[in-house]
């Protein structure tokens, strides 16, 4: 099995790393400050808004970072208020087949649409991440229902159409319901309303926050890191911004920079969204007793409804990558209870379903999670499941999840979204392994994450190229981050080039740590150790 991203596995802990405003969808006090010839006008509100048809963003402004291409579904996580007394964290893709692909681009249209694209739809989301990558957030509105509050931010706009204060939430509002929906489509409709934002107030730490976590959201993440820190040096206190940098730094593999980072968001901003950022770091450098505590300090600091889910799942996700499913089903039912359409909770219960070998039920679940959001995790997640279930499988099923994220990626990558990890991971497994290893390349020479070399090195290894993979497999697994899918493909590629001692001990640590990591990965660690006696 293709390991998650950051951005996947978090709901955006990647795209994860979503942070919540606290804002109502208008601001209070939110001022106009605008030059006089920089007034919206209505069209420009309907331009901005639900109904504009998706595409490329407008041009950039002079001396803005160009927006280029990035990667798959990241951003801020959740948010709330620090427990009192609690201490701070710190002390705490594939090869197209034209005919298949088309008619999956039809089935994930009516995917989306029947799943809550369109206005007036329920709340969920993945994201995840990030990873974010990808997290996920639940919910950029204090309002909680999201298309409610666009739709009164926009109405709002119409008739103060200087208030660049909420021409930046709109603008956060659109990144946020790309990523609970799984539609890149409006992505475009985010950066022309955050670019009116700064239009009418150049250099608004809000709307250049905004264009941070956009940036992050299309895996820009070098974009991201840029106008983070043009946020902060407007506001040093500014939450979203803060997160907004460390997430950057993490999905570029700076790791010691975003565990700095991560420390400086703690003493000015302690609270929910930089205590989950604080852990993932954590967790990446292997120390999970600390994420664990810390992530249980936020926990018993959310007080809101979506901060528990957040929080909770966050939780679910950190002890099912150490093999606890009993404590990830519980966390991930706490977070269920705070909100039934939670979806990465959703998702990660399934996952734990699966592992604990309730099949029916994890593909039941996960079929829910796609129907809302058909993102290429779920997908090649659910196709698995397909595969393994019953002693023939369910091929012809799992060809269609895996066929919907061809179609989720050309979609992606038409409103600008890098999708080359996408690619790469699920195209290894399950489609052209000379695009994935293409698309592997690409994504590395962009950035050098654990997330990234094992891609690299699983898609060198499909590829035949394993002297070549073998010393990604190992950087992959450096930082000693805990993930069983890395040993698993560090193993496999130590088989192939004769270190046939470390290949077993690297397969024993992935089924000792996580022994339901993958339905198909799992049975294939076992079947290779069984053969390497």
């Known amino acids: ?225 840029t106008y983070a820190d043009r946020a902060l040096a407007q506001n040093p206190y500014s939450e979203r911004a803060l997160c907004s940098r460390i997430d950057a730094l993490v999905e570029l593999g700076r790791y010691d920079e975003a565990s700095r980072a991560a420390d400086t968001a703690d003493t000015r901003k302690p609270g929910v969204p930089v205590f989950t950022r604080y852990a993932y770091v954590r967790e990446l450098r292997g120390d999970v007793t600390t994420a664990r505590r810390v992530l249980g300090q936020a926990l018993a600091g959310a007080t809101s409804p979506g901060d528990v889910a957040y929080v909770a799942t966050q939780l679910g996700q950190l002890v099912w990558n150490q093999g606890d499913y009993a404590s990830a089903l519980t966390f991930y039912a706490r977070a269920l209870a705070a909100d039934e359409t939670y979806l990465p909770a959703l998702e990660g219960r399934a996952r734990a379903q699966a592992a604990t070998g309730h099949r029916a039920e994890a593909i039941k679940g996960m079929e829910t999670v796609v129907s809302r959001a058909p993102l290429p995790g779920p997908l090649v997640e659910l196709g698995e499941l397909y595969e393994a279930r019953g002693a023939a499988g369910d091929p012809a099923r799992a060809r269609d999840q895996y066929a919907l ?26 489609g052209d392994r000379a695009a994935a290893l293409r698309a592997a390349r690409a994504e590395w020479g962009r950035r050098h994450t654990v997330h990234t070399a094992d891609a690299l090195a699983w898609a060198l290894h499909v590829n035949g190229q394993d002297r070549q993979a073998l010393s990604y497999a190992r950087q992959a697994t450096a930082t000693g981050y805990h993930n069983a899918a890395f040993l698993f493909h560090r193993g496999m590629i130590e088989l192939a080039t004769g270190h046939a001692r470390d290949g077993r001990a690297s397969l024993k640590a992935a089924l000792r740590l996580n022994p339901g990591f993958s339905p ?14």
């Open 1 to 225: 099995m293709a390991p998650r991203t950051h951005d996947e596995e978090t709901g955006g802990r990647d795209e994860e790393t979503r942070a919540r405003t606290g804002r109502p969808a208008v601001e209070p006090g939110a001022s106009s400050g605008a030059p006089a010839d920089a007034e919206a006008t209505p069209a420009d509100v309907r331009d901005a808004g639900a109904g504009a048809p998706a595409g490329p963003g407008p041009e950039r402004e002079a001396g803005e970072p160009a927006d280029e291409p990035a990667d798959e579904p990241h951003g801020p996580r959740g948010s709330g208020n620090e427990e009192a007394g609690a201490p701070r964290a710190a002390r705490a893709g594939w090869r197209r087949r034209s005919v298949r692909t088309a008619g999956c681009a039809v089935l994930l249209a009516v995917a989306l649409t029947g799943g809550a694209i369109a206005l007036g739809a329920d709340r969920g989301g993945t994201p995840v991440a990030a990873a974010a990558s990808d997290a996920v957030d639940p919910g950029v509105l204090a309002s909680g229902n999201l298309d409610a509050g666009i739709a009164a931010t926009q109405a709002h706009l119409r008739a103060q159409p200087k208030d660049y204060g909420s021409w930046a939430t709109l603008g956060l509002a659109y990144v946020e319901q790309a990523r609970t929906t799984a539609d890149p489509g409006r992505y475009p409709q985010a950066e022309k309303a955050l670019k009116r934002s700064l239009a009418l107030a150049p250099g608004n730490d809000q709307a250049l926050a905004g264009r941070a976590a956009l940036a992050a959201a299309r895996h820009d993440f070098a974009h991201a890191l």
């Open 405 to 430: 994220v061809d179609a989720w990626i050309a979609l992606a990558r038409a409103n600008g979204v890098d999708a080359d990890l996408d690619t790469a991971l699920a195209a290894a497994e399950h």
């Open 520 to 533: 198909l990965g799992a049975a294939a660690a076992r079947k290779a150790l069984e053969a390497a006696k």
